[in-house]
């Protein structure tokens, strides 16, 4: 089945440390996105990429950090930096940035920094 | 981008219309009007989204008014696996594909 994973679904973590959240999808897209929701509000864009190699930084990018070295990938790593890290994090895809074409979402991590 | 505004909430009785409105009147003539859902603790799903003209697929149908200020998003008949955060959203032509969500309206679909 073609799809996007997002591994694991929930994650926990001790203050100060960094973690990376995995995101792979097999849809041949060329845009990836991370987007971060915190309880009873919306989506904000993190990063998001549009080719290999390439990313760029959303409205909420401090104290985060990404990779896109495959087309199929897109980790995302909560570094120490970010002050409030306990969210619910989405990873997304799209078939080709600048075009009108819908994001495919992934199922989310659910990340408690304890 | 062009903001949007939705209501908070909303009730639909199970197996009637329900009809989801969203004002977007400082959109500009190239921006899309896109709707996703989301169910409690999952990833946002594609509904539908249209550029001026109404829109209709095997979930939903898209009505945007003529001057293209406002839409309303319909399920023509609501289950209660319709119960979800609905998110109407303008998108920005040419800035790659993001999207941005706003708070959205909590529809529950009610027996």
């Known amino acids: 089945d073609g799809g996007i994973t997002q591994s694991p679904k929930y994650l926990f973590r001790k203050e100060g440390q960094n973690v990376t959240l995995s995101c792979e999808q097999n849809?041949?897209?060329?845009?990836m996105y991370w987007y971060r929701q915190d309880p009873g509000q919306g989506l904000r864009l993190i990063y998001y990429?549009?080719?290999?190699?390439?990313?760029q930084k959303g409205d909420i990018a401090e104290g985060y950090s990404v990779s896109r070295e495959k087309k199929e990938s897109f980790p995302l790593t909560v570094t120490s930096a970010q002050k409030n890290p306990t969210a619910f994090y989405l990873c997304?895809?799209?078939?080709?940035?600048?075009?009108?074409?819908?994001?495919?979402f992934g199922p989310g991590t659910r990340l408690t920094v304890l | 981008d062009a903001k949007t505004t939705q209501p908070p909430s909303m009730d639909c009785a199970e197996g009637r219309a329900a009809n989801l409105p969203c004002n977007h009147s400082?959109?500009?003539?190239?921006?899309?009007v896109y709707w996703y859902r989301q169910i409690h603790s999952q990833g946002p799903q594609y509904i539908i989204h249209?550029?001026?003209n109404n829109e209709t697929n095997e979930m939903a149908s898209l009505i945007i008014t003529e001057d293209r200020k406002s839409s309303t998003l319909i399920l023509p008949h609501a289950t209660l696996r319709d119960t979800a955060v609905y998110y109407c959203?303008?998108?920005?032509?040419?800035?790659?594909?993001?999207?941005?969500f706003g708070g959205g309206t909590r529809l529950m679909v009610k027996p």
């Open positions: 997304a895809s799209s078939m080709r940035a600048g075009v009108r074409h819908e994001q495919f």
């Open positions: 849809l041949n897209h060329d845009a």
């Open positions: 990429s549009q080719i290999v190699n390439d990313f």
């Open positions: 400082t959109i500009s003539g190239n921006e899309y």
């Open positions: 249209g550029l001026k």
């Open positions: 959203i303008v998108r920005v032509a040419g800035a790659g594909n993001m999207l941005t």
